[in-house]
């Protein structure tokens, strides 16, 4: 017995980290999984993992790759339960006074602008569903600040008010919404970071290590899943104890 038995999910930013550990543990676990992606891999990502999942190149800043998303989730699997709001970029490590305004745009166009739009797509199907639950990927850095990443924190930030906002919302047609705000965690998004800002981040963490993504993973299940039936506009620092300093 599955803890996702009989759910459909859809699992932004599938091909790599957190959503793919996510897209694993939920298909493990039961649930019909779409797993979107830029990444132009993400079909073959998909087909490897065991279980029942499907995979569709996808832009999350492009509403009609968001509406092609959607669009595979009703013809495979024919409602939708679960969001994970996950895909985001981190931008560049720049000083706030000379930080590019292109790159904010960037940020701002994946990490709120396409969050919106995935939340919106999501919330219709949801509506229609009757219920739901929403797990939007914020970060620490929506509570405390990083040198040298204001576009990305500012971005972060942004996803736990459009949690808290989509919860208060929604609340009453049965879709619960819920923001995870990880620490540092070995994915794909640390690869850009310099050594400087990974040995400051390193130097935080009271665990002594950064996260793994399958810990993320756990974690998104249990939001995801009837379990967490009861908690709804939250957001949760995974952070190996960072927080608590
Ligand atoms: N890893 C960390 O330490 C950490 C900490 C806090 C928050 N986060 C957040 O976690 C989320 C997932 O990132 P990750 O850490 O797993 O990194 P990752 O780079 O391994 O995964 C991100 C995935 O999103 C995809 N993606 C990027 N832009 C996209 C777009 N426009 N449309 C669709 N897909 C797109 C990438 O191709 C990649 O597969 C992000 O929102 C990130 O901001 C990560």
Redesign the pocket.
């Known amino acids: 017995m599955g803890r996702l038995d009989g759910k459909v999910a859809v699992i932004?930013?599938?091909?790599?980290?957190?959503?793919?550990?996510t897209a694993k543990l939920f298909a493990k676990e039961g649930a019909k999984v779409v797993g979107?992606?830029?990444?132009p891999k993400?079909p073959e990502i998909a087909a490897e993992i065991p279980g029942e999942v499907v995979g569709i190149v996808?832009?999350?800043?492009?509403k009609e790759?968001i509406d092609a998303m959607y669009a595979l989730c009703i013809e495979k699997f024919g409602k939708l339960d679960i969001l994970c709001n996950?895909?985001?970029?981190?931008g560049c490590q720049v000083p706030l006074h000379e930080y590019p305004i292109d790159v904010l745009d960037k940020i701002y166009?994946?990490?709120v602008r396409?969050y919106l739009m995935v939340m919106q797509g999501g919330i219709k199907l949801m509506l229609e569903n009757g219920k739901g639950s929403i797990v939007n990927?914020?970060?620490?850095?929506a509570f405390k600040a990083t040198p040298l990443s204001v576009g990305?924190l500012q971005?972060?930030a942004s996803?736990v008010m459009m949690t808290k906002t989509a919860a208060v919302e929604y609340v009453k047609n049965n879709i619960r919404v819920n923001a995870?705000?990880?620490?540092?965690?070995?994915?794909?998004?640390?690869?850009g970071m310099s050594e400087e800002i990974r040995e400051f981040?390193g130097s935080q963490i009271p665990m002594g290590r950064?996260?793994e993504?399958e810990e993320?993973a756990n974690f998104a299940l249990f939001l995801a899943s009837d379990e967490s039936s009861y908690i709804t506009g939250q957001a949760y620092l995974l952070d190996g104890g960072r927080d608590a300093l």
């Open positions: 932004t930013g599938a091909a790599s980290g957190f959503g793919l550990a979107a992606d830029v990444n993400m996808a832009d999350v800043s492009k790759d996950n895909a985001g970029i981190s166009s994946i990490n396409g990927t914020a970060s620490i850095g990305y971005s972060k996803n995870i705000c990880p620490g540092i965690f070995n994915t794909g998004i640390i690869d981040l950064i996260g993504p993320f």
